[in-house]
């Protein structure tokens, strides 16, 4: 089993920029792709960005491409995501997700095998 940890979502304002961690802990492997998704309320999960286990190839979210970005440490088993030019519509809980596999659509939550708790991300207007 593989535990996800999020942490570093808090209010910010518009325009301002914020910085997530994604700690994975157990039986970890650097081989496959993590990705973030999150969830704003009444609203299905969305797709936000994903990596592939070098960081070599990355895919992201159209609302959020040019803003934000994805990035890994395989050695400290983290992942991040640096969120910059945030608007009141990121207000989300932000979630990463880690694959057991090289199979699968990035895009599509039931790519991910382990999910963390999520971390609450609020951008005020």
């Known amino acids: 089993q593989v535990q996800l940890e999020e942490s570093g979502g808090r209010l910010v304002q518009a325009g301002g920029s914020l910085s997530l961690s994604c700690a994975a802990s157990?039986?970890?492997?650097?081989?496959?792709?993590m990705a973030w998704f999150r969830q704003a309320p009444g609203k299905e999960r969305e797709f936000v960005v994903a990596?592939?286990?070098?960081?070599?190839?990355?895919l992201y979210g159209d609302s959020v491409k040019g803003r934000f970005t994805i990035s890994r440490d395989n050695a400290k088993n983290t992942m991040y995501l640096q969120m910059n030019s945030l608007k009141p519509e990121d207000t989300a809980i932000y979630y990463c997700?880690?694959?057991?596999?090289?199979?699968?659509?990035?895009?599509?939550?039931?790519?991910?095998?382990?999910w963390g708790q999520g971390t609450q991300v609020t951008v005020s207007s």
């Open positions: 990596i592939n286990w070098n960081g070599g190839r990355r």
């Open positions: 157990g039986r970890t492997s650097s081989s496959y792709p």
């Open positions: 997700a880690a694959s057991a596999s090289v199979l699968g659509r990035w895009d599509l939550d039931s790519t991910y095998d382990y």
